[in-house]
């Protein structure tokens, strides 16, 4: 029973470009959740979605950045025009519906903008 | 009101001794609180989990204490072990179903 699938591990974009990060829950799992974690520092929210449906999407910026999670297929968050800025790992998490049941969490994703 | 207060920052415990977590909430309609463990490079991993109807929970040397009154839990290790040595997140879950996390420990168990 493979865990939640992150791709890339390693991402390099130059200022400018779009980075698109990949997502495939735990099998049986409807719900994903992306955080963002910076160097030395916690794990911000950042957007909460079920198939086809985004639920929460309150600690995502309004701009550049946006998510899906389609019937078919991985969830993908994508932002637009990195910037240096946006340089940090970017976790997945998934969860079945019962709410009393944690996370758990990809090996992240690793973005890096030059 | 969302926020989760994690201490302390960083600590530093002898191989055999016992390391202290702690987290504070304001949020009363949080009810699910985990700890999770992370090891660099690595994705955050759950340890033990404890729901407010409970006061304590114990998981081979980890134990969740929980003081619904004070709005706070704590995690014990117990002999704590250097493998012990990662960063610990305190979360806790509330009506809209996403974790918010606490700032994060930076535990160090010295042989």
């Known amino acids: 029973n493979a865990g939640v699938m992150q791709n890339p591990r390693h991402l390099v974009r130059r200022r400018g470009q779009e980075a698109r990060l990949r997502c495939s829950p735990m099998k049986g799992h409807s719900h994903v959740y992306w955080y963002r974690q910076l160097p030395e520092e916690g794990l911000k929210f950042m957007v909460y979605?079920?198939?086809?449906?985004?639920?929460?999407e309150s600690g995502m910026p309004k701009e550049r950045f946006s998510a899906e999670f389609p019937k078919e297929g991985p969830s993908i968050l994508r932002i637009q025009q990195v910037v240096r800025g946006d340089s940090a790992a970017y976790f997945c998490?998934?969860?079945?519906?019962?709410?009393?049941?944690?996370?758990?969490f990809g090996s992240g994703t690793r973005l890096t903008v030059v | 009101q969302q926020q989760v207060k994690q201490s302390p920052q960083s600590l530093i415990v002898q191989k055999g001794g016992i390391s202290i977590i702690n987290c504070a909430y304001e949020?009363?309609?949080?009810?699910?609180f985990p700890w999770y463990q992370q090891f660099p490079g690595k994705g955050p991993a759950l340890l033990i989990a404890?729901?407010?109807?409970?006061s304590e929970k114990k998981e081979g040397r980890f134990t969740i204490s929980f003081n619904k009154s004070a709005k706070q839990f704590s995690l014990h290790i117990m002999d704590s072990q250097p493998g012990d040595s990662a960063t610990y997140f305190c979360a806790a879950r509330g009506s809209g179903d996403k974790l918010t996390f606490g700032t994060g420990t930076r535990l160090a168990v010295r042989p």
């Open positions: 404890i729901r407010p109807d409970v």
């Open positions: 998490a998934s969860s079945p519906p019962d709410r009393f049941y944690g996370y758990t």
């Open positions: 979605l079920q198939k086809e449906n985004i639920i929460d």
């Open positions: 949020n009363t309609a949080f009810d699910y």
